[in-house]
């Protein structure tokens, strides 16, 4: 019988690579834990778990193509868990990006943060859910999110604020809402733009903090969480050009994620910034 089992999505460098190899190290262990590492590509991520598994203290690392932009990967990642292992204990969305150049908004990449940050989010959690709901008591989802989300959602108007948080919103709605936004920050006159700043990534992150409240809302025998690592010397650090100093990947708050990513009854639903 399977042991149990964890995905990471964007799982093969940065603070995903990290969660892996917690993961991986505390997982528990009987029968063997299976963490898969979601990967664009895939022959990267077969040499990567090679060396993963071999430090894994008898756990073992599988390698699975996602790319969660795209349905027909994502309907084959969950193809290919499920017939490995049958179910999913934790789900760790953490693929994303970040588009934003200091003090230029640009709404094409602002779009893409939504498509890959939230709606990537989205698109993978629901394909997941049926393998989830078999897994574990308490079965997790953690979502990789940003502090940045929680103040863009505090610097919103009361109005704005409101819908997004309404009860029991739907996926669809929801993603209409923050799209709708979106477009109407194209108009460089919005009165967000002197106010918010990184308000692309901001806003696809307000949305995973609002779809993860929602989610937890309609499964609550799931622990459905967001948290942020904090600023973390990743890919999306390259472009950064302030004073702030970001933190190597490996000292990355993983305690947070180890406590939201094991059986720890009784269920629970958190923003952790």
Same mark, same amino acid.
């Given at each position: 019988?399977?042991?149990?089992?964890?995905? @990471?999505?964007?799982?093969?460098?940065?603070? *995903?690579? $990290?969660? =892996?190899?917690? &993961?991986?190290?505390? /997982?528990? +262990?009987?029968?063997?834990?299976?963490?898969? @590492?979601?990967?664009?590509?895939?022959?990267? *991520?077969? $040499?990567? =778990?090679?060396? &993963?598994?071999?430090? /894994?203290? +008898?756990?073992?690392?599988?390698?699975?193509?996602?790319?969660?932009?795209?349905?027909?990967?994502?309907?084959?990642? =969950?193809?290919?868990?499920?017939?490995?292992?049958?179910?999913?204990?934790?789900?760790?969305?953490?693929?994303?990006?970040?588009?934003?150049?200091?003090?230029?908004?640009?709404?094409?990449?602002?779009?893409?943060?939504?498509?890959?940050?939230?709606?990537?989010?989205?698109?993978?959690?629901?394909?997941?859910?049926?393998?989830?709901?078999?897994?574990?008591?308490?079965?997790?989802?953690?979502?990789?999110?940003?502090?940045?989300?929680?103040?863009?959602?505090?610097?919103?108007?009361?109005?704005?604020?409101?819908?997004?948080?309404?009860?029991?919103?739907?996926?669809?709605?929801?993603?209409?809402?923050?799209?709708?936004?979106?477009?109407?920050?194209?108009?460089?006159?919005?009165?967000?733009?002197?106010?918010?700043?990184?308000?692309?990534?901001?806003?696809?992150?307000?949305?995973?903090?609002?779809?993860?409240?929602?989610?937890?809302?309609?499964?609550?025998?799931?622990?459905?969480?967001?948290?942020?690592?904090?600023?973390?010397?990743?890919?999306?650090?390259?472009?950064?050009?302030?004073?702030?100093?970001?933190?190597?990947?490996?000292?990355?708050?993983?305690?947070?994620?180890?406590?939201?990513?094991?059986?720890?009854?009784?269920?629970?639903?958190?923003?952790?910034?």
């Amino acid at each position: 019988m399977p042991g149990w089992v964890g995905l @990471v999505s964007g799982g093969n460098r940065g603070i *995903g690579l $990290e969660v =892996v190899r917690a &993961l991986l190290q505390h /997982a528990p +262990g009987s029968p063997p834990a299976t963490i898969f @590492v979601g990967c664009r590509d895939l022959e990267k *991520g077969q $040499e990567l =778990v090679k060396l &993963l598994t071999a430090q /894994a203290a +008898g756990n073992k690392a599988e390698a699975v193509q996602l790319d969660v932009t795209s349905a027909l990967s994502i309907a084959k990642a =969950v193809a290919t868990v499920e017939s490995s292992t049958g179910h999913l204990d934790c789900l760790v969305n953490n693929a994303g990006v970040m588009l934003d150049s200091d003090g230029q908004f640009d709404l094409h990449a602002a779009r893409a943060m939504m498509q890959t940050n939230f709606e990537g989010v989205v698109s993978v959690t629901t394909a997941f859910l049926p393998l989830l709901l078999r897994g574990s008591a308490g079965a997790s989802v953690l979502t990789t999110s940003s502090g940045v989300g929680a103040r863009t959602m505090g610097l919103l108007s009361d109005e704005h604020r409101s819908a997004f948080s309404a009860p029991m919103l739907d996926d669809i709605s929801l993603a209409k809402l923050f799209n709708r936004l979106v477009d109407e920050l194209g108009d460089l006159a919005h009165p967000y733009h002197t106010c918010i700043p990184t308000i692309g990534y901001g806003v696809s992150k307000a949305a995973v903090n609002c779809y993860t409240q929602a989610l937890a809302q309609r499964y609550p025998t799931l622990r459905v969480n967001a948290c942020s690592p904090g600023f973390t010397n990743t890919d999306m650090c390259l472009n950064y050009s302030g004073s702030r100093i970001p933190k190597v990947p490996m000292r990355t708050n993983l305690h947070t994620f180890d406590r939201h990513t094991h059986p720890l009854p009784p269920p629970s639903t958190h923003i952790l910034i």
